[in-house]
């Protein structure tokens, strides 16, 4: 597939010269959270080129680094006309004292080379305007990324996580992929596909011919694999889509139904619901083995299960309590400690009203996000895994299905703003303040987000 050989090449291709190193709803007990967070003064002047083709390139690679810095609500970009200093380059150090004029906190200078094998160079320094120091460890000519003109996209995404990473001390994000289910047609003969995207919406590419309604699609660790649930044998059965080859398969033969699955951290197993004569219990699968062992047995329906970053504890859906709540258990589905005292198979952690579902635990391991569904309303919301600080973070006609950027600090789900309205993809940062629509070639639903790709 082209997407793979992108992949690969940039793997291969780009070279880091770093020189030191490397850088409020009424009757509900949650809150809808619309907190402030600080923001980054970040100058970031269009970058220096050798050439017209390189500049080209340049321009393109700053518009991209800018959109990821705005799109995160973290990052104040001061505006061209605003710059007293025209004349920037990677080899000299700034007139700090023209930027600490515009109350500039930070200065981004870049440059692209087309080089004489036709590759581009693209060097990049981020400095400090108040310290007169660089925030990001370089050589002479700056941090140094040479590759193809083919993985701008990739560069520029990679630059901007360097920005984010230096400057909030979370990792960034920019150079991810998401997985979700492209919807088609009208709703009495709907077409779901598997399709993938950037984080940030462009190279869209269709990875299933929509044949077969597909959905919930989750991506494993290493970002190459997909398990997700079809229809493909008539029956709602889990498979797995290798990425690099565009090859699908059953994850095995099962009676009943196999739905809602999900990678451990590890990669070596998929966890997934399994109904059986009307009975839906928690399973997991070793993926060397192809051995199953079941992990809940209960007359309840016990459903989307979801491990924590250690792979110590699974956390799922069930009615047993009277209606869908969240639990907690033990990888093995044995005996634990609950944090209210006692002891039982699976721990409750939450109490609210209405109905919780799609919990999936963030990859930082502190929250587990999560839809509710209560007085006519959706919203996604996040707790503690020991059910304490819940909080809700969107509210609309129907919010669903949360899945965790790679560092764990924004939130993408899907919604229908009012009914019959179209679904749509979006982001929610932490705060809950920071709500975004992504684009999308058309519909979407059941969105992933992978792994960072380096």
């Known amino acids: 597939m082209a997407l793979k050989r992108m992949i690969l090449s940039l793997g291969v291709a780009v070279t880091v010269s770093m020189g030191l190193g490397a850088p409020a709803m009424a009757q509900l007990e949650g809150e809808v959270t619309q907190a402030s967070a600080r923001e980054f003064r970040v100058a970031l002047p269009d970058f220096n080129a050798n050439t017209p083709e390189a500049q080209a390139l340049a321009d393109q690679i700053t518009a991209i680094m800018r959109n990821d810095l705005r799109s995160t609500g973290l990052f104040d970009l001061l505006t061209p006309d605003s710059f007293i200093q025209q004349d920037l380059s990677v080899l000299v150090q700034p007139r700090f004292a023209d930027w600490r004029i515009i109350d500039t906190e930070s ?10 094998d036709g590759r581009m160079r693209v060097a990049f320094r981020l400095w400090d305007t108040a310290q007169e120091q660089e925030h990001l460890l370089s050589g002479r000519r700056g941090r140094q990324y040479v590759t193809t003109s083919e993985n701008l996209r990739r560069v520029a995404h990679v630059l901007a996580d360097d920005i984010y990473t230096s400057l909030t001390g979370d990792e960034g994000y920019f150079d991810s992929r998401i997985v979700f289910i492209a919807e088609s047609g009208p709703r009495t003969a709907r077409v779901k596909r598997l399709a993938i995207m950037d984080q940030d919406g462009a190279n869209a590419e269709f990875l299933t011919n929509g044949q077969h309604t597909v959905l919930t699609p989750r991506f494993s660790p290493s970002d190459q694999t997909i398990t ?6 008539g029956r709602p059965q889990v498979y797995l889509f290798d990425i690099e080859t565009g090859r699908s398969e059953a994850l095995g033969q099962f009676q009943g139904m196999t739905y809602a699955p999900r990678f451990s951290p590890d990669g070596n197993s998929v966890i997934m ?11 997991i699968m070793d993926l060397n083995s192809r051995r199953r062992t079941r992990l809940t047995d209960h007359p309840a329906i016990d459903t ?3 491990m924590s970053p250690d792979g110590d504890e699974i956390v799922f859906t069930s009615d047993r309590g009277g209606t869908p709540q969240l639990y907690v258990m033990n990888r093995d589905g044995s005996m634990r400690t609950c944090p209210s005292g006692g002891r039982d198979v699976a721990c409750r952690i939450t109490f609210g009203s209405g109905r919780y579902s799609t919990p999936v635990w963030s990859p930082r391991g502190d929250l587990i996000a999560f839809t509710r569904q209560a007085n006519g309303r959706f919203y996604i919301g996040v707790i503690e895994p020991d059910g304490e600080g819940e909080r809700l973070l969107t509210e609309a006609y129907l919010d669903e299905g949360p899945a965790w950027s790679p560092n764990g600090r924004v939130i993408i789900f899907f919604r229908e703003d009012r009914p019959g309205a179209s679904p749509a993809l979006y982001t929610v940062d932490l705060t809950g303040r920071n709500l975004r629509r992504l684009n999308t070639p058309g519909d979407a639903s059941d969105p992933a987000w992978s792994p960072t790709l380096r």
């Open 107 to 116: 200065l981004g200078i870049g440059e692209v080379e087309i080089m004489d």
């Open 228 to 233: 997700y649930m079809t229809y493909e044998r």
């Open 273 to 283: 619901a399994q109904a059986d004569n009307g009975n839906s219990d928690i399973y």
């Open 304 to 306: 989307s299960p979801s």
